[in-house]
């Protein structure tokens, strides 16, 4: 279980998308960390000087944040799957696992019970070493079954 993190905890340094995995680079983690502050400045800024003062006219055009999000990451590019070569390996390592189980007269039965996979076959995908992603609304279904999350 180490390999696994809560994404809804700030554990590390990073940040990671939910959908996609990714991690975000300097710019995107300020940009997404101060989000909240920015809108709130450009808020009181408005309120300010529309509302209040009336020194803009209200209904001029307000200036857009150009924020920086996981959506405008450059993402990395995709392997292509290295089936073959995983079936290899995990043929190789259980033709092992066999040899020893002879010598050291271990049942097959106890030696299956291990993965032959860095990653279980239900959790990963088709390259055999990532973890596959889902869309973020079956986990907000999920969620919500279990009575997480306040609707």
């Given at each position: 279980?180490?390999?696994y993190?809560?994404p809804f905890?700030?554990d590390g340094e990073?940040?990671?998308?939910?959908?996609?995995?990714?991690?975000?680079?300097?710019?995107?983690k300020?940009?997404l960390?101060?989000?909240?502050?920015?809108g709130?400045?450009?808020?009181?800024?408005?309120?300010?000087?529309r509302?209040?003062?009336?020194?803009?006219?209200f209904f001029?055009?307000?200036k857009?944040?150009?924020?920086?999000t996981?959506?405008g990451?450059?993402r990395?590019?995709?392997?292509k799957?290295e089936a073959?070569q995983?079936?290899?390996?995990?043929?190789s390592l259980?033709?092992k696992?066999a040899?020893?189980?002879?010598?050291?007269?271990?049942?097959?039965?106890?030696?299956?019970c291990y993965?032959l996979s860095?990653?279980?076959?239900?959790m990963?995908s088709?390259?055999y070493g990532s973890?596959?992603?889902?869309r973020?609304?079956?986990?907000l279904?999920?969620?919500e079954?279990?009575?997480?999350?306040?609707?």
């Open positions: 279980m180490k390999h993190r809560n905890t700030r990073e940040l990671v998308s939910v959908s996609s995995g990714m991690v975000a680079d300097e710019a995107t300020k940009d960390l101060t989000a909240y502050d920015i709130e400045a450009n808020f009181l800024s408005f309120v300010e000087s509302i209040d003062k009336k020194e803009v006219d001029a055009p307000i857009v944040n150009k924020l920086r996981f959506a990451a450059k990395p590019e995709r392997k799957p073959l995983h079936v290899e390996a995990d043929r259980f033709a696992l040899v020893v189980a002879k010598e050291r007269d271990i049942s097959m039965k106890e030696i299956l993965l860095p990653v279980p076959g239900c990963a088709a390259d973890i596959a992603k889902t973020k609304a079956q986990l279904a999920y969620l079954c279990l009575s997480l999350v306040v609707k």
